[in-house]
T-cell receptor
């Protein structure tokens, strides 16, 4: 069964460093998303991406964040200068055209020291 | 922002009995609702969904009921099994400009005891 994959599973970084979180969505999906869950809090929407551009972003997704689909399979989230409060689980999700369901990857735990 | 609320942080049920997980929402523009199950250190796994034009959707042991007038939905699991023990998230879809994002509740931790 096709699934969304994410790497790395755990990323530890120093405050101020750049990180790139990687995702491989389900192959025939066209809609891509990033969510995050800070420990003990809700899963929060960050950004949606379709047709090689951001379709919507939340207030959390400020200028420090960017997304890219560098090739036909990967979807990345970059945080340019990490802050302590960026520590969270980051989930990638994808959805097929015309479908209402988003399928999530296993997540990347980001720890900013 | 409490657009989707799951007021019960935890629920304990005996194996074989019914589990009922509840979810309330405030935004009448939500048109689609989903339940996800999450195990520790894993991503949310899609379980079942319902469109706002329906009031019930069933898939095996899982049934979701939607009461639009009360802005309330519930997930019924019958019979409950120990493997159902997980955190269950209710999510609502908000369509904006033709694209959709999910608004999640805080989750309910279900424990099914033998």
């Amino acid at each position: 069964e096709p699934e969304v994959t994410q790497t790395p599973s755990h990323q530890v970084t120093q405050m101020g460093q750049e990180v790139i979180l990687r995702c491989v969505p389900i192959s025939n999906h066209l809609y891509f998303y990033w969510y995050r869950q800070i420990l003990g809090q809700k899963v929060e929407f960050l950004v949606s991406f379709y047709n090689n551009e951001i379709s919507e972003k939340s207030e959390i997704f400020d200028d420090q964040f960017s997304v890219e689909r560098p090739d036909g399979s990967n979807f990345t989230l970059k945080i340019r200068s990490t802050k302590l409060e960026d520590s969270a689980m980051y989930f990638c999700a994808s959805g097929g055209q015309g479908t209402d369901t988003q399928y999530f990857g296993p997540g990347t735990r980001l720890t900013v020291l | 922002d409490q657009q989707v609320k799951q007021n019960s942080p935890s629920l304990s049920v005996q194996e074989g009995r019914i589990s009922i997980l509840n979810c309330d929402y405030t935004n009448s523009m939500f048109d689609y609702f989903l339940w996800y199950k999450k195990y520790p250190a894993e991503g949310p796994t899609f379980l079942i969904s319902i469109s706002s034009i329906k009031d019930k959707n069933e898939d095996g042991r899982f049934t979701v009921f939607l009461n639009k007038s009360a802005k309330h939905l519930s997930l019924h699991i019958v019979p409950s099994q120990p493997g159902d023990s997980a955190v269950y998230f209710c999510a609502a879809r908000e369509i904006s400009g033709g694209y959709n994002k999910l608004i999640f509740g805080a989750g309910t931790r279900l424990a099914v005891h033998p």
